[in-house]
């Protein structure tokens, strides 16, 4: 019978497995315990064991699946994605024994107890953070839960010492991973002084929203994100090269066309669930790009919920062992980049004649383009800097546009906004990691409160 340092010697080749990582797994174990430990992991996969594996690999055999053929499997289903090499040797979290979380899951939880987890923003302003309370009791409203509080100096948001961030929840949803009467809240954070942190962009929002709620303001998101391996390399591309040139992905069907789809149809539904105004999906145009749209919704609640779209997106992708990313450009190069085009309206510009309106806001717009690149990404623009280059259905950063049907421009107007002459316009420069807070504060500060 082969040893561990046979079975590592033997298969030190490969390039699929990190063998660094799998000798730390295996190091612990004894080859005749290794069968035992595989089929613990691999529930789907129970006839397999670990080392006729990794020898298939060693001895090439065409059995095995190569990185090109797992990508076209991965594509229509993620369910694929489980037998790639490094999957198998359970070095992925995501390989975590579903079935054994669903005993414990399932076990009945006490009537008189719901658990809470409170999301927030970390002192990146483009991440977010979580963690659960048992409440004994269950909330109808934001304002029945308590405040709480966290560690502030592993957030980026405070000092060792004097580390108490405090949270204040503002918005409640119903829990889609944990179902019943369990609660997702989101919460703005505070320091000490019961002044809001840095990334609190939510504060001057709320304040903006009641100087201009005569003015009734509606917003339509429409968050594009890239999904990665743990590699960081985009979810279904070939590990030695590139896919084919953009054109057919763009709501695209088929294997060759759309890469990920289980995780945006996971993503959907739990938004539904959870009560978020979703309104569609899409593939993009970069392979393994996504949108999911947010609205229309009324003043801050369009925030709350891309925010809480965006932690949801996030934990089901970790559940399939796969990266969301919110970069502006995650691929350099001729691809597409990503962003949070952001449509807006008032009472006035949905009404007959609206156009007017429309016509003033863009006028207004125009004058401020620095203070919008500023609040447009986390980077005060640097980041929108590598995307809004003047091409790939972008405007340069340097300019101010606007357009009837025109992808180029700063601000579109679309084509049955300008026949109809009412409806609303799209800001296209918000970047794929912008907070929407800061997006629709400088929106109606501009626009609505002419600031």
Not at 29 to 45: K, N, P, T, Y
Request: glycine share 8%; with cysteine; aromatic share 10%.
């Amino acid at each position: 019978m082969a040893t561990k340092s046979d079975l590592k010697d033997k298969c030190n080749s490969t390039q699929l497995v990190n063998w660094n990582s799998i000798d730390v797994k295996i190091s612990n174990l004894s080859v005749d315990s290794l069968e035992m430990a595989a089929q613990r992991v691999f529930f789907q996969i129970k006839t397999v064991n670990l080392i006729q594996l990794l020898i298939s690999k060693r001895d090439g055999l065409t059995s095995f699946p190569s990185p090109d053929s797992d990508r076209i499997a991965s594509s229509s289903s993620l369910h694929h994605k489980k037998k790639s090499a490094e999957d198998m040797a359970g070095l992925d979290p995501a390989n975590l024994c579903k079935q054994t979380l669903k005993k414990y899951m399932s076990l009945p939880q006490p009537k008189d107890k719901i658990q809470c987890t409170y999301v927030w923003i970390d002192g990146t302003g483009e991440n977010v953070r979580c963690k659960t309370k048992t409440l004994d009791f269950i909330p109808k409203q934001a304002s029945d839960l308590p405040i709480w509080d966290y560690d502030g100096s592993s957030t980026y948001q405070s000092e060792g010492s004097n580390s108490d961030v405090y949270l204040y929840p503002v918005s409640m949803y119903k829990d889609p991973f944990r179902g019943g009467d369990n609660k997702l809240v989101l919460c703005e954070t505070y320091r000490f002084n019961k002044k809001p942190t840095d990334t609190n962009k939510r504060h001057s929002l709320v304040q903006a929203m009641e100087k201009a709620k005569e003015f009734q303001p509606w917003f339509g998101i429409e968050q594009e994100y890239t999904l990665l391996d743990t590699d960081g390399y985009p979810f279904g591309w070939p590990k030695n090269g590139f896919p084919g040139p953009q054109g057919p992905y763009y709501c695209g069907v088929g294997a060759t066309k759309a890469y990920g789809r289980d995780i945006v149809e996971a993503h959907y539904k739990a938004c539904m669930y959870a009560g978020i105004n979703i309104s569609g999906t899409n593939a993009e145009v970069m392979p393994a790009q996504w949108e999911f749209q947010v609205g229309p919704c009324e003043g801050v609640s369009a925030g709350d919920e891309v925010w809480m779209a965006r932690y949801i997106l996030h934990q089901i992708a970790e559940e399939f062992g796969v990266v969301v990313s919110f970069d502006p450009k995650p691929m350099p190069g001729n691809w597409n980049g990503a962003g949070a085009h952001t449509n807006f309206s008032t009472k006035q510009m949905r009404e007959p004649n609206g156009i007017k309106y429309i016509e003033e806001a863009i006028e207004r717009l125009s004058r401020h383009q620095v203070r919008h690149i500023q609040a447009y990404d986390p980077k005060q623009g640097k980041d929108n800097e590598r995307r809004l280059t003047g091409q790939h259905e972008t405007s340069s950063i340097h300019d101010f546009s606007a357009g009837v049907a025109n992808r180029g421009a700063s601000i579109r107007i679309p084509r049955q906004v300008a026949e109809k002459k009412m409806g609303y316009l799209e800001d296209r420069r918000p970047s794929s990691n912008c907070d929407p807070y800061a997006v629709t504060d400088v929106l109606i500060r501009t626009i609505c409160l002419n600031e």
